[in-house]
Nanobody, 121 residues
């Protein structure tokens, strides 16, 4: 099992920045990829960024490209989401998630509890 804990959410004005952190514990050697999801009120949860644990290969959804940066520090089992030029439409609960090595179907195996990000206009 892998446990994930997010931190760093809060209230920020439009145009501002926040950095989310996710700390992984447990069987972290079994992590293949980490991702950040978000869910806004009345909307489905969406994957916005991901990074492979070993190679550091990244993915971004179009709506955050050029504004958000995902990174990881394997030595301390953390993944980050640097969010710049925030917009009110970025307001959501942000979740950290992980995919275990060897998973052969789409989806994520482990989830954090979520952290609220609110961007005021």
């Amino acid at each position: 099992q892998v446990q994930l804990v997010e931190s760093g959410g809060g209230l920020v004005q439009a145009g501002g920045s926040l950095r989310l952190s996710c700390t992984a514990s447990g069987r972290t050697f079994n992590i293949y990829r980490m991702g950040w999801f978000r869910q806004a009120p009345g909307k489905e949860r969406e994957l916005i960024a991901s990074i492979t644990w070993s190679a550091g290969t990244t993915y971004y959804v179009d709506s955050v490209k050029g504004r958000f940066t995902i990174s990881r520090d394997n030595a301390i089992n953390k993944v980050y989401l640097q969010m710049n030029s925030l917009k009110p439409e970025d307001t959501a609960v942000y979740y950290c998630a992980a995919v275990r090595t060897g998973r052969n179907t789409a989806g994520y195996d482990y989830w954090g509890q979520g952290t609220q990000v609110t961007v005021s206009s």
